[in-house]
């Protein structure tokens, strides 16, 4: 084996040249405008990035009690939706599209999320075929930032995350709002706003060091079979963008207005899978998450409020959500599961909660939101018989002036694939038809474009 | 609405074709769902740390989130065969890469684990980078690096030393890249270059060889084996193979494979209602995992028994956090051996805590879970997924006033044919887990009625949690169950069309030879077939169920 003009070589004289800055970086993209998606208004000559994000809860909700009768603006908010009644104004509701299974078996749980994820059901996530639609925007938007993605959950559980590449490649979650501190606000952090940069050397020397692990790609790509080879494919890419990543590190950030170092979290004590401790830190992960996208860490997210098949519960009770779903009966005066419902709402005192607050934040003219796309959904609509049609599925932000907020629209058996095909278009994902068999669309939800 | 979608829908759902087999299975005999041979296994998370602690000693800490491992078909080792790298995974191996090199470069740890530095005779350092570089390559990437690899990263040491104005800071660059490099992280089968066709060289054997038995690098003597040519003779094989299982070490290495195959790991994401199990915590949750491992190296290594006999045995590892649940009384200190009467219900492993409460709810016992999971993980059997549109109201409503036990709920289940298909399967061996709640605490009643632990295991009845462990001892399926589990886990894929004679002779010799667990992984580690280079083709993954899917059936 030989390897005679290396990159790292041809790096390494340049450091040791005297260049203060690496030879071999690249240009900064963050907010250079190239392909024209990812870039919103303008403020003080710079340009605005738009972010992408998901924000995910279990166990759906109870039509009746949620699904808008009014179509269009100033809809009606049914029990469920009332909570979001001080954001309304930067939500659509897009209601009654649906799973198409094609012959397939309705797996709990899996069939309704692997669907709205990926345009296709499948019967376990690894049997999943394409990308989850976060990860195909990632692709196309997520680069030019510190953290390509940040996956997010808040049961402590890195594996509740539904981003994945393919079936046997899991974007695993910071668990934590501490956690989620430490990555993003801790030492490797870079005040966009502070004065005086200084590219710190070290990154220099670990770039550097990267790019002589990522030499030995092709030596090894030749040694082994075609499976592993995709596989070790996907790690050197991951090598790549850590150097990209690293490179960022070296040049001074563009400012960014509403950018402030947060506190560290502290964490709230109690059963994390209790539904009340579980929204306040919710909250503490949210606040950190609007920081880190003010300070253009990332530009692409997914927040897991629950898990699919909800594990949420209230401490000291025996049956927690998922399972009153299936085992508490309807009430005849109320018409509905009681239990059930209370869980519901609280999941959407939730996502109001996260609009609020990325609502409040300014940036440009207007606030975070308005640059920013938030896609939320869950795994099924009515849990009780795991009904994948009118899974509910929300918008939220302006996507830097592309869509239009506060609209209710309904899908009447439509496929919900037409909204993962809208929100990539939107991002700037070049696609035009997306999702498969009956499920396989290139019809966008017109009505929220602007 | 329908209580439950047909049979047929449910056998669909299993991917199973036939009204009367509701199984797939990974075991003897029936095939299994497709995972082609591979020659890259990522390291997974206990592998890292375990070298780590030997390279570098039990002092130096190792910090961080791992990326998951993926269970494929219940074994993580599997899944080492289908797994890659992610970019948020490579960022966690850095940060965990650069707190491990930071203690290594630690005025407390320098001298021990560096030595060498600059001076008169090396005075920039590159001789004392080469020696470290080859020293602690050979032992991170279980071969010894080529010259220009060392050539490299002397290089890369000396000019990041200089751009940093410190010698060990470049060296400690240098080491974090070893560290996040494929090289370390991939276990990489390489082709030997003479001999037979299709084998892996000397290094791969033993890199193979070692993680089977003692799930880490190997060490100075196996290494020095693998560079001698001894591995590739049958004696010199056999030498290594005896020394290695004779070690203490060999413990480690079953335990690494218990863990796996019962899927233990979990209990790190388990919580319990504190409410409802005041006796249960994350310190006791930990105990109950150690509590099985250490039960069942007692049984297998220090008394070279029966692996059946675990499902018998009176014979538990017990240390103080643990008394509370399973009320006994634990006066020493550590963890010591608990020897249960006669006519006690703690008979088996499948009546240990860590079972028990994994397999279960936050707030409540499942029989189903139970018996789900024991016919999995042991009997090697897959249970399809519910249907989705079921009506469980009825079932489980714990008010009910005239079914109080969970029994007589699930029972009232049964009723629909459909239903019961599957959960005869389950709940005839979880109803008789029902006198252990959700923790894993005995109780003898259920709202004031007394807990009938009567059960059916392959249609043979049976009273009592005692019974069928017996019968699971007796079961040729729970045997031949761990021998396709330990060929799987040794090979990091499942047992193909090809295998199935090899795995079928392997449990015939596993049986004739009184089911010894020592015995088994002795004929696969020195079966020539174990060192074979794996046939690249195409993965198909799409069939793999796992315990990585989101839904848990009720």
Redesign the interface.
């Known amino acids: 084996?030989?390897?005679p003009i290396?990159r790292?070589?041809f790096m390494?004289r340049g450091?040791?040249g005297g260049a203060s800055v690496a030879v071999g970086i690249p240009i900064l993209d963050a907010f250079l405008d190239t392909n024209g998606t990812a870039f919103a208004a303008t403020v003080g000559g710079g340009r605005l990035p738009v972010r992408f994000g998901t924000w995910f809860w279990g166990c759906g909700m109870i039509p009746e009690r949620w699904v808008p009768q009014k179509a269009g603006a100033d809809y009606d908010l049914p029990p469920q939706l009332a909570p979001i009644k001080a954001v309304q104004q930067h939500v659509c509701v897009l209601s009654g599209f649906d799973v198409m299974l094609d012959g397939k078996?309705?797996?709990?749980?899996?069939?309704g999320?692997t669907a709205v994820r990926t345009g296709e059901s499948a019967?376990?996530?690894?049997?999943i075929?394409a990308p989850t639609f976060d990860v195909l925007i990632s692709d196309a938007i997520g680069s030019g930032s510190y953290?390509?993605?940040l996956?997010l959950s808040l049961?402590?559980?890195?594996?509740t995350s539904?981003s994945y590449?393919n079936?046997?490649?899991?974007?695993?979650s910071v668990?934590s709002p501490l956690?989620l501190y430490e990555k993003v606000f801790g030492s490797d952090f870079h005040d966009p706003n502070n004065a005086d940069f200084k590219p710190d050397?070290?990154f220099?020397?670990?770039k550097?060091?990267?790019s002589?692990?990522g030499?030995?790609r092709r030596a090894?790509l030749a040694?082994?079979?075609?499976?592993?080879r995709?596989?070790?494919d996907?790690?050197?890419?991951?090598?790549r963008?850590?150097e990209d990543k690293l490179a960022l590190q070296l040049q001074k950030p563009p400012p960014a207005q509403a950018c402030l170092r947060p506190d560290a979290p502290v964490p709230v004590r109690g059963?994390?899978?209790d539904i009340d401790v579980r929204k306040a830190n919710h909250k503490l992960m949210t606040r950190l998450l609007g920081m880190a996208l003010a300070c253009n860490q990332t530009r692409v997210f997914n927040m897991n409020f629950d898990?699919?098949?909800a594990?949420l519960?209230r401490?000291?009770?025996?049956?927690?959500y998922?399972?009153s779903t299936?085992?508490?009966?309807?009430d005849r005066t109320l018409g509905y599961q009681p239990t059930v419902d209370k869980f519901a709402l609280g999941s959407m005192e939730a996502w109001a909660d996260f609009v609020q607050t990325l609502s409040e934040i300014p940036e440009g003219a207007g606030t975070l939101l308005d640059n920013m796309l938030v896609l939320a959904h869950s795994e099924v609509s009515l849990a009780?018989?795991?009904?994948v049609s009118g899974i509910p599925v929300m918008l939220a932000g302006r996507a830097g002036g592309r869509v239009k907020p506060g609209l209710h629209v309904k899908g009447s058996g439509e496929p919900v694939s037409r909204i993962g095909l809208t929100a990539q278009q939107v991002m700037g994902v070049p696609v035009d038809t997306w999702g498969a068999g009956a499920m396989r669309s290139n019809r966008a939800v017109d009505e929220i474009l602007v | 609405m329908k209580r439950c979608l047909s049979r047929m829908v449910l056998v669909t759902a299993a991917g199973v074709a036939g009204l009367s087999i509701l199984f797939s299975s990974a075991s003897p005999g029936k095939p299994s769902p497709a995972t082609a041979q591979s020659s890259v296994r990522r390291l997974t998370e206990a592998q890292y740390r375990n070298v780590i602690a030997d390279v570098f000693g039990r002092n130096v800490e190792v910090v961080g989130r791992f990326e998951p491992d993926l269970r494929v078909d219940g074994l993580a080792a599997v899944g080492s065969s289908a797994v890659s790298i992610t970019p948020a995974g490579l960022e966690q191996y850095d940060a965990i890469a650069r707190h491990i090199v930071a203690q290594v470069f630690s005025p407390d740890n320098r001298a021990r684990l560096v030595g060498c530095a600059p001076g008169p005779g090396d005075p920039d350092g590159a001789t004392c980078a080469a020696t470290f570089i080859q020293q602690t390559g050979l032992r991170l990437f279980r071969r010894p690096l080529a010259p220009w690899e060392v050539r490299d990263d002397v290089a890369q040491t000396l000019g990041s030393a200089r751009t940093l104005g410190s010698f060990d800071e470049g060296l400690a660059a240098t080491l974090v890249g070893m560290l996040t490099s494929p090289s370390f992280l991939f276990r990489i089968d390489t082709p030997a270059r003479t001999g037979p066709s299709g084998m892996v060289d000397g290094y791969s054997k033993a890199s193979r060889l070692s993680f089977l038995l003692w799930n880490t690098t190997p060490d100075d003597a196996l290494l020095a084996a693998a560079a001698s040519g001894a591995l590739d003779r049958p004696e010199g094989l056999q030498a290594q193979v005896d020394r290695m299982l004779a070690s203490p070490r060999f413990t480690d290495g079953t335990r690494a494979f218990f863990d796996d195959f019962l899927q233990l790991s979990e209990i790190d994401h388990l919580s319990k209602d504190a409410l409802i199990y005041p006796a249960f915590s994350t310190s006791v949750a930990t105990a109950t995992r150690e509590q099985t491992l250490r039960t069942i190296t007692d049984l297998l290594i220090d008394h070279r028994g029966d692996y059946r006999d675990l499902f018998t045995t009176r014979r538990f590892a017990m240390t103080r956090a643990l008394g509370p649940i399973y009320d006994v009384p634990v006066s020493k200190p550590g963890w010591s051996i608990y020897e249960f009467p006669e006519g006690d219900p703690r008979v088996g492993i499948v009546t240990q805590a860590s079972l028990l409460a994994l397999h279960a709810h936050p707030g409540r016992t499942s029989p189903t879970l139970r018996g789900k999971a024991i016919r999995e993980a042991l009997l090697c059997q897959q249970i399809p997924a519910p249907p989705a549109n079921v009506n469980f109201a009825v079932v489980q409503d714990v008010n009910n006033p005239t079914l109080k036990t969970t029994r007589q709920r699930l029972e009232a289940h049964l009723d629909d044919e459909e239903c019961a298909s599957c959960h005869k399967a389950t709940d005839g061996i979880g109803l008789s887990l029902e006198q252990f709640d959700g923790a894993g605490q005995f109780r003898r009643t259920e709202h004031g009625i007394p807990i009938d632990v009567t059960g059916k295991f392959d249609k043979v009845a049976f009273d009592g949690v005692a019974k069928l462990g017996q019968l699971f001892h007796d079961s040729p399926r729970v045997s031949e169950c761990l021998v396709s589990a330990v060929w799987r886990y040794g090979n990091g894929r499942n047992v193909q069309a090809g295998d199935q004679s090899a795995v079928d002779d392997l449990h015939r010799s596993f049986a004739a030879h009184g089911y010894r667990f020592v015995d088994l992984v002795r004929t696969i580690a020195l079966d020539p077939a174990f060192y074979t280079m794996g046939a690249p083709a195409a993965r198909s993954l799409t069939a793999a169920r796992t315990a990585m899917s989101k839904g848990k059936a009720s």
């Open positions: 084996m030989t390897n290396s790292r070589g390494l450091a040791l078996a309705n797996l709990p749980h899996i069939s999320n019967e376990a996530w690894q049997g075929k953290f390509r993605a996956d049961d402590g559980n890195p594996q539904y590449r079936g046997s490649s899991l974007n695993a668990p956690e050397p070290k220099m020397v670990r550097s060091v990267l002589g692990v030499e030995q090894l040694k082994v079979g075609a499976a592993d995709a596989r070790l996907q790690y050197f890419t991951s090598v963008e850590m059963d994390i899978t898990t699919a098949a594990e519960r401490a000291g009770d025996t049956t927690g998922h399972q299936h085992e508490e009966l309807v009780k018989n795991h009904d």
